[in-house]
């Protein structure tokens, strides 16, 4: 009966645990399924657990931040979970548009 699912899981995760798109959109095929995943769904790192602070150091920030001579340091917020929730949300607003206007 949900409108919105939203995980956070591996590939291999959330297809064992039967809430990947595939299962859940023939139970409902109107949800709106948003997947936020550290690497994607396919490609080299797609089982990689995804964290903030490895997203800070392999996205760059780190090498920009701290005091000269000094090894990296992560930033005060988690910056790179901060904004994926802020984009899934937006995402999930314009697909439950989307889906009043088209079907």
């Known amino acids: 009966t949900a409108d919105v699912v939203v995980e956070n899981f591996r590939p291999d995760v959330k297809a064992r645990l039967g809430v990947d798109y595939e299962t859940l959109r023939a139970l409902n095929p109107r949800l ?5 995943s550290g690497y994607g ?3 080299p790192y797609r089982m ?3 964290f903030d602070q490895i997203a800070q150091g ?7 931040t701290g005091l000269p ?3 990296p340091v ?3 917020i988690a910056v790179a979970d901060s904004a994926a929730g802020l984009y899934c949300a937006l995402g999930i607003m314009t697909a439950l548009l989307e889906r009043e206007a088209s079907g």
């Open 74 to 76: 992560r930033a005060g």
């Open 58 to 64: 392999m996205g760059g920030l780190m090498s920009i």
């Open 48 to 50: 990689r657990p995804g």
């Open 32 to 36: 709106v399924y948003a997947s936020i």
């Open 41 to 43: 769904q396919d490609g």
């Open 69 to 71: 001579g000094q090894g």
